[in-house]
DNA sequence: AAGCGTCGTTCTGTCGACAGATTTGACGAA
DNA sequence: TTCGTCAAATCTGTCGACAGAACGACGCTT
C-alpha cells in the first residue's frame, strides 16, 4: 500500500514535501523554486506546485520577487528574535486563559509530561524530551479555549522551526528546561494566570535566548 | 485613464474586490462563493478567482467545505471576543515594544493625533476620530520595530473588520475612549513600557466590549 | 578588462478543457 | 406531504498551452 491516505491533493503533497524540505533544511535560503521545476519534481502540472507556493509564501516560508518569482526566505536571526518575542507573549496568553480552564486530568497529564521530561533530559533522550514539552504545550493549546490564538502560534511555530534545523537539534531541554515547566505547572495548580503568564514568557523567552546564541555561535564558526 | 495602475494581477483585484465585498458586508456569511462564478464577475479565467480564494481562506474571510466548496465564513461574537483578546494582547505588547523605542516626532504625532481625536469626538465627527485613531496606531506600529507582530495585528484587524460593518460605525470612539488614548500616551511619555502595555490592554478590551455589547444588541433586534 | 546591447531561454500570469465528485432538483413511491 | 432515487447541472482539482516579461549568456565596443 504505497498511498494510505490518498485523501489530499497533489497542491497538499506538494506543500507538505516542500515544507518539510524546508524545516529540514535541505532547501537553503535564496534558493529559487520555480513552478515548471516543482511541477517535474512532482510529476504534476504547475497547478498544484503553484498553490503550495501560495501557501508557503503566505506562511512566510518563502519570499516573492518583484518578478514574481520566488526563493526561500532568508533566515536572519535578528527576525528569529522578533518572532520569539511575538511566541513568547502569545504562549503566555495561553497559559493565562488556560490557568482557570484546566481540569485535573489535563494538570495530570501535564505533570506527567513534565516528569517524562525529566527523566528523558536525565537519560540525554533529547527526541523524549522534545517529545514531553510538545505534550505539555499541546493540553496548553487545546484547553485554553481560544482558536485564532493556536492557530498564530502554529503559524509561529512553524516559521520558527527552518531555524532550529540549523543548529544541532540536541540540548532543546535542560534541567534548566525542566525546572521552568515545572514553575509554570505550579503556577496553573494554583490557578494564578499572573504567575503562569510570568512563568511561560520566561520560559519561551530563555528558550529563544539559548537558541539565538547557539545560531550566533554557529554563525561564527562558518563565515 | 480608466486604470491608473494595472500593476496588479488578475487575482490581487479579484482578491481586493472580494475582501472589500466581504469587509462591507455586501457578501453574507454562508454565502457560497464559486470559482466559475467569480470568474465570471470579473471577467477572467477561474485561475485569477481560484487564487483569490484561496488567499481569503488563508485569512480566514471564506471557509472551505469538506467537498472543497468556500462560502463565506460565519461571524460568531463569541469567536470576535477570541481574536479581540489576542489583538489586545499583541497591540499591549507593540506598545511595550514601542515605548522606549519612539522619538520626539513620534510622540507629538501621536499626541496631535490624540487631539484630533478629542476634538473630532467632540464635533460627532465620527469618520475623523477613526481616522486619528488610525494614526495613532500607525505610529504604534510603524515604530514598534517587529515586522511579525505589524503583519500579525494587520491580519487579526482585517479579521475583525467583518463584524464592524454589522454595526452602524458610529460611536467607536468617545470622550472614554479618547481619555484611554491619553493614558497610553501619558505613559509612553514616560516611557513606561509596563503601563503602557497595561494601558493598551485595557483600552483594546474596552472597545472589545462595546463592540460585542453593540452585537449583541443588533443580534437581539433581528432575530 | 569592464560595460553594454542582444538573443535565446525560462518563468509567471492567465486561459480554456476535461474527468471525477458533489449538489440540485425533478419525479415517483409511500 | 415526506422521503428516497436518479439524472442533470455545477463545481473542484488538474492539465497543457500561450503571450509577455525577466533573466542569463554571449559577443561587441571601448
Do not use: W
Not at 519534481?41 to 506546485?49: E, I, K, L, Y
Amino acid at each position: 500500500m504505497p498511498e494510505p491516505a490518498s485523501k489530499l491533493s497533489l497542491a497538499d503533497e506538494a506543500y507538505r514535501e516542500i515544507r518539510d524540505a524546508l524545516l529540514s533544511g535541505a532547501l537553503e535560503p535564496g534558493q529559487r523554486l520555480s513552478e515548471p521545476e516543482l511541477a517535474l519534481r512532482f510529476n504534476t502540472s504547475r497547478s498544484p506546485a503553484r498553490e503550495a507556493l501560495l501557501r508557503l509564501e503566505h506562511e512566510g516560508f518563502v519570499e516573492r520577487l518583484p518578478s514574481g518569482r520566488v526563493r526561500v526566505a532568508a533566515l536572519d536571526v535578528g527576525y528569529l528574535e522578533q518572532l520569539y518575542v511575538v511566541r513568547a507573549n502569545l504562549e503566555g496568553l495561553a497559559a493565562r486563559l488556560a490557568a482557570p480552564l484546566l481540569r485535573t486530568v489535563d494538570l495530570d497529564a501535564m505533570t506527567r509530561s513534565v516528569d517524562d521530561m525529566d527523566s528523558a533530559v536525565k537519560n540525554d533522550d533529547a527526541s523524549g524530551a522534545i517529545a514531553a514539552g510538545q505534550q505539555f504545550h499541546d493540553v496548553l493549546m487545546r484547553e485554553c479555549g481560544n482558536e485564532p490564538l493556536v492557530s498564530l502560534l502554529a503559524a509561529l511555530k512553524g516559521r520558527i522551526g527552518r531555524f532550529r534545523a540549523l543548529v544541532a537539534s540536541l540540548g532543546d531541554y535542560d534541567a534548566d528546561r525542566v525546572l521552568e515547566h515545572r514553575r509554570i505547572l505550579e503556577a496553573l495548580f494554583a490557578r494564578d494566570p499572573d504567575r503562569a503568564q510570568a512563568e511561560m514568557i520566561g520560559h519561551v523567552s530563555r528558550s529563544a535566548t539559548v537558541l539565538v546564541r547557539r545560531l550566533r555561535e554557529r554563525a561564527a564558526d562558518t563565515p
